[in-house]
C-alpha cells in the first residue's frame, strides 16, 4: 500500500487557484496550466503557503489571508510628492501609471500614481496588494517529489527550463 501523498515541505504542488480581492478576482490559473511551486520555500506568500500543509490531491480550499502574512501592511510614510515637470516626457501623468523609480539609496523600487493635484503627483511606493485581505480559492491537482536540483535551486524547474 502506497502512503496518500499530502502537501508537505519540499515537495512539488501543482494547484489551481483564484485570487479575489476587494470582491473582485485579480488572478487566475484559469485557463492555464496549474502553477506549480515547492513547499516549505516562500515560493508563495507565506499565510497560503502554511494553509497547503497537509492538503491531499483533489482537495479544494478557501484560505484567507490577512495583509501581514499576505502583501505587508500599508506603509502611511511610502508616499513621495514629486512635480509633474520632473518626469520624463514620455510617462504619462495619469492616476494609476506605474513607474519604475529610484529610491534614496539608489536601488529601483516600484510606484504608483496615486493622485496628481496642482501639477504635483503623489506617488505611493506601497505594493498594490499591501493592506489587503487575499482571499484564495486553491486546489491541489498534483503532488510529487522535488528533485535534487530544484531543492538546492529552492524552486520548480519546468521540462526544458535550466537555470
Ligand atoms: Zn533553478
Excluded at 506568500?45 to 484560505?63: C, F, H, Q, T, Y
Excluded at 518626469?87 to 529610484?102: A, K
Excluded at 491541489?140 to 519546468?158: K, M, W
Aim: a negative charge; hydrophobic letters at 35%; charged letters at 30%.
Amino acid at each position: 500500500m502506497t502512503e496518500e501523498k499530502i502537501v508537505k515541505d519540499d515537495l512539488i504542488v501543482a494547484m489551481e487557484y483564484s485570487l479575489t480581492v476587494d470582491g473582485e478576482v485579480i488572478d487566475s490559473s484559469e485557463g492555464r496550466e496549474p502553477l506549480e511551486f515547492l513547499q516549505g520555500k516562500g515560493n508563495i506568500i507565506p499565510g497560503l503557503e502554511r494553509e497547503m500543509l497537509g492538503m491531499k490531491i483533489g482537495e479544494s480550499k478557501d484560505v484567507t489571508v490577512k495583509p501581514e502574512d499576505g502583501y505587508g501592511i500599508a506603509d502611511e510614510t511610502a508616499f513621495m510628492e514629486i512635480p509633474t515637470n520632473q518626469f520624463p516626457e514620455n510617462i504619462p501623468m495619469e492616476v494609476g501609471i506605474e513607474l519604475q523609480v529610484q529610491n534614496e539609496e539608489g536601488q529601483p523600487a516600484y510606484a504608483r500614481i496615486e493622485e496628481i493635484e496642482n501639477n504635483i503627483a503623489l506617488l505611493n511606493f506601497n505594493h498594490p496588494l499591501a493592506g489587503k485581505e487575499l482571499l484564495f480559492a486553491v486546489k491541489v491537482i498534483d503532488i510529487r517529489e522535488a528533485s535534487e536540483e530544484e531543492l538546492a535551486h529552492g524552486h520548480v524547474h519546468h521540462e526544458g527550463h535550466e537555470h
